[in-house]
């Protein structure tokens, strides 16, 4: 079955960096778009970044353009967001997600940026 396992969370203070990882399998993963959402305390679910699946297009979020970048390597099936210049507000529950299929999300990993 799909599995969309997310690391690389953490506790960081602001102005640092974090690269999470989602390491995905039960599916051909290099054939398909990936994207990653985030779940900030009491909010909505909101879209991050996306990548295509040769990882030639990527699309963001104005809140994260600039300092946040996705990237995949088909060869190790995951992908990755590296995270710069963290701010308060980039603090929530990251997930990875298969675009194209509602039901394809990882089980999260928390980010806090605070001092």
């Known amino acids: 079955q799909v599995q969309l396992v997310e690391s690389g969370g953490g506790l960081v203070q602001p102005g640092g960096s974090l690269m999470l990882s989602c390491a995905a399998s039960?599916?051909?993963?290099?054939?398909?778009?990936m994207s990653w959402y985030r779940q900030p305390p009491g909010k909505e679910r909101e879209l991050v970044a996306q990548i295509s699946s040769n990882g030639g297009s990527t699309n963001y979020a104005d809140s994260v353009k600039g300092r946040f970048t996705i990237s995949r390597d088909n060869a190790r099936n995951t992908v990755y967001l590296q995270m710069n210049n963290l701010k308060p507000e980039d603090t929530a529950v990251y997930y990875c997600k298969r675009i194209g299929f509602p039901t394809d999300w990882g089980q999260g990993t928390q980010v806090t940026v605070s001092s």
């Open positions: 039960g599916f051909m993963f290099s054939i398909y778009a």
